[in-house]
């Protein structure tokens, strides 16, 4: 039997007078006892089993890790679902709060001055109401002179000599922040002490 490859094997040309090769494959064939068939076919399947198994916990384990986000995420969305809200009312405390420190309390106090005593006591009941409602929600306002200065809780907009205060604390609060539920809604803008 004379086998031929084909060109592409090999990048010499086939010769014409050259030898065939012959392949002389002896196999032997091992007949298995039905004993060890049995046992074979077992051990795959065992294998196949196995392999099942794993598949399956992996599954459960991934749907179940699915689960445990899915929850994760429900909470945070109805525990932060008012931030938005929050935010944009803010800006109305903010101006409650300038309101109330525009107007000296001994011109509120003058006689003849009823309708602005009256007015002072309107927006001062309205900024209080608005701040109950802020704490009912777990809205809280922070950031005084003195705290000691977190990049995460202040924005540092400019540093003032104080030498009655230690380096890197808060010495001015420009507008106070907010967090809800411990997470930030508004940094506290502040200038920090240097020396």
């Not at 924005?155 to 997470?183: C, M, N, S, W």
């Amino acid at each position: 039997m004379k086998i031929q490859y084909p060109a592409y094997f090999s990048t010499e040309s086939p010769k014409e007078d050259a030898e065939p090769v012959e392949e002389k494959v002896e196999e032997k064939v091992e007949e298995l006892t039905p004993e060890q068939k049995l046992e074979a076919a077992i051990k795959e399947k065992d294998e196949l089993l196995a392999q099942s198994k794993d598949r399956m916990m992996r599954a459960l384990a991934d749907a179940e890790n699915a689960r445990t986000i899915a929850k994760r995420d429900v909470a945070n969305a109805q525990q932060y679902a008012v931030t938005k809200f929050a935010k944009s009312l803010l800006s109305v405390a903010d101006n409650l709060t300038l309101a109330v420190t525009a107007i000296p309390q001994e011109e509120v106090d003058k006689k003849g001055n009823e309708s602005l005593k009256t007015l002072m006591e309107g927006v001062n009941m309205t900024k209080t109401m608005l701040e109950k409602a802020f704490t009912e929600h777990g809205l809280e306002k922070y950031g005084e002179k003195g705290d000691s200065f977190d990049p995460h809780y202040h924005d540092a907009l400019f540093q003032i000599p104080d030498p009655t205060l230690e380096e890197g604390v808060v010495g001015q609060i420009i507008t106070k922040g907010y967090k809800l539920k411990g997470r930030v809604v508004r940094p506290a803008q502040v200038g920090t002490v240097r020396k």
